[in-house]
């Protein structure tokens, strides 16, 4: 699907069925699953059954076959109003399914992805621990080649995964550190890790301010062994692996940080259409209207800069750097669009009842997860020649 300015009657009904979706089974349920850290295995199986799963995986292994901004579009429909059913699905399809696709075997993804494209299974992507966040080839997760046997055994831990830790996740990717290249530099490679692997412990995380009803969890290997056909592209291609893998992933936080600064336009809009103040409609004071101004025509370039990021992948061009743009920019629009819409709703947007509360404390991850803000802008000055 070719990008430009005018969207197509595929696209758009992709974009309205999500959306239909979205506010006819996640709205109603949002704010409860949110107050309770609820991980919905309910709407799990809906979003499966959807296609919202395996959406870029190609039909031969029973994805959808969609291209990259038909995915995004759907991403961004969910986070329009729950950041947390949308994250379930960016980090299963970005970070869980996508580098089997791109990376694995014939044989590894006739075995894994058939599974993960059905709402019924989740895959995991294994690469932050306590001591290496921001810094990612700083793993201290080890993986000690058995060449008697031909299988590998893992020791170490993961933090903040994202899809780790519920009933259905079905594996996890892993980053260790595979031995020592001539230089004394880690080499790093990825292994696919069932979930059922002797040795693996995943842990739910609690009490955490955003995208409380997405499951986060803690993951630890205590001499997991794995057969050598089960390492994930070639030993030492680790670190390029996941890298690629976040530079995908950028996309899809972006299109949360995006459907986030839409949904938040929404309800302010609405709101400030409403809301009567000294005789007339919040909107037509000029010190809100102005404010809702901002906020659109921050929607509109965060829009654009993402929509040519994919176009930018789906036509084999060089993405990175719009890939980083469009994280930083999109996410700093989710920011801004979820404070000023709390600020429109005065002391209502302090309240859980009214879901700006939320999108607001959504909208923090966005500046953190899958490299933060700082971590960007590093990128994007390193691709300029800086």
Request: hydrophobic content about 35%; some cysteine.
């Amino acid at each position: 699907m070719a990008y430009s300015f005018t969207s197509t009657e595929e696209l758009e009904l992709l974009r309205n069925s999500v959306s239909d979706f979205a506010r006819e089974f996640i709205q109603p349920k949002a704010r409860e699953l949110d107050e309770k850290e609820i991980f919905s295995y309910e709407l799990t199986e809906k979003m499966g059954e959807l296609g919202l799963f395996g959406t870029v995986v190609s039909e031969e292994y029973g994805g959808q076959g969609l291209d990259y901004l038909s995915y995004i579009v759907c991403v961004e429909e969910l986070a329009r109003v729950d950041s947390s059913q949308a994250a379930t699905i960016a980090a299963h399809n970005s970070l869980g399914a996508a580098p089997i696709y791109y990376y694995g075997t014939k044989e590894q993804k006739e075995k894994f992805l058939p599974d993960l494209c059905t709402g019924k299974g989740l895959w995991a992507f294994g690469l932050t621990e306590p001591e290496a966040g921001s810094d990612a080839s700083a793993s201290k997760t080890t993986a000690r080649y058995n060449e008697k046997d031909e299988t590998w055994t893992l020791n170490g831990s993961k933090i903040w995964i994202t899809n780790s830790a519920t009933s259905i996740t079905k594996g996890i990717t892993i980053q260790a550190v595979s031995g020592r290249k001539h230089d004394g530099k880690p080499e790093l490679t990825c292994f696919l890790v069932p979930a059922d692997t002797k040795g693996l412990t995943c842990k739910t995380m609690k009490d955490k301010l955003m995208w409380r009803a997405s499951n986060t969890g803690e993951v630890y290997l205590d001499n997991v062994t794995i057969p050598d056909n089960y390492r994930l592209g070639k030993r030492g291609q680790g670190f390029s692996i996941m890298m690629e893998t976040l530079d995908n992933g950028r996309l899809s936080i972006g299109a949360m940080g995006l459907g986030l600064a839409k949904g938040a336009l929404d309800l302010s809009l609405r709101y400030a259409q409403e809301r009567i103040t000294f005789g007339k409609p919040l909107c037509k004071h000029q010190a809100i209207a102005f404010k809702l101004s901002d906020m659109a025509t921050r929607v509109e370039a965060s829009e654009n800069l993402l929509y040519k990021a994919c176009w930018q992948k789906q036509n084999n061009l060089d993405f990175r750097m719009l890939a980083s743009m469009a994280k930083l920019y999109c996410s700093e629009t989710a920011e801004f669009c979820s404070r000023e819409g709390q600020q429109i709703f005065g002391g209502y947007g302090l309240m859980k009842e009214y879901p700006i509360e939320r999108h607001f404390r959504d909208a923090a991850l966005l500046r953190i997860g899958e490299g933060t803000s700082e971590i960007q802008r590093i990128v994007i000055s390193r691709l300029l020649g800086c």
